[in-house]
């Protein structure tokens, strides 16, 4: 789907039948170069790792996050926010979130997730337990750059496995059945329900980056997404640790 054929109606329903939206070219070209100049700038050409060497391992998923909206980070800068303010006040996406998640619904602070080359990708997860089908959070992905089989980095994502329960347990990376591959553009928007089985392949282009502006319906806590379910392990980020073995 592309942004020619936008009709909220049809988006939403298809978000709740299949737990996944793609949409490409949702935002235009010069504010994506806005937006990925701000993230080549802030990461450089060889960030450090912050998440504990432990989750590194284990998790298979090889991540660098920033919060560039949160004041709170050492790093905040209000132009740099601003940035990523006006990409999440794009009315399209506002109205499209408000009819998938209803009324009151809220954001959480956006995070850049950069991949170094030849890393990993992120194993097979879903970013909050799916015991309770009420309470999880909206990934809203934007893509500031195209990214093709050659480039690795793509995401991947299960149908309709947002109504499937826990993620069994299995090989971190595995190409499941039913599988979808989503090679995003510049531009494109990913709409990706906590409680889908989702992973990113391989990095193999020099650096890999995504922009997670996370959301949740009324009444949701905000660490919704504090535990991650991965195919080996429940994480807590919080306390960095590993709080069920699987
Ligand atoms: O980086 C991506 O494309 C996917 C990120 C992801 O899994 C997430 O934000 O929860
Ligand atoms: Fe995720």
Known sequence: MNSDNFDPRS?????????????????PEHVMAEADREIR???G???????EEAFLARSKTEVIPWFPQNPEMPDYLPEVA????????????????????????????????FSRKGTVGQAWHQDCPPEDSSRFNLNRLVYTRSLSPDDGGEV??????????????GETHEDLENQ???????????????????RVTPIKSDFRFSTNFRACPQGTPENI?????????LYRFSTAEVIEER
């Open 180 to 198: 979808v591959v989503i090679s995003p553009r510049v531009g494109t928007l990913v709409m990706l329900h906590g409680h889908t089985w989702h």
């Open 11 to 27: 988006l939403v329903r298809s978000f709740w039948e299949q737990g996944y939206l793609v949409i490409h070219d949702f935002f």
């Open 82 to 113: 601003g940035v990523f303010d006006s990409l999440e006040q794009d009315s399209r996406l506002v109205d499209l979130t408000g009819a998938i998640l209803g009324d009151a619904w809220s954001p959480l602070y956006s995070m850049v997730m």
């Open 41 to 43: 700038s802030y990461f």
């Open 225 to 233: 997404t504090d535990i991650c379910v991965y195919r080996n392990m």
């Open 45 to 51: 050409d060889d960030p450090a790792y912050r998440h």
């Open 156 to 169: 991947v994502v299960i149908p309709c496995s947002h109504r499937k329960g826990m993620l069994p347990t």
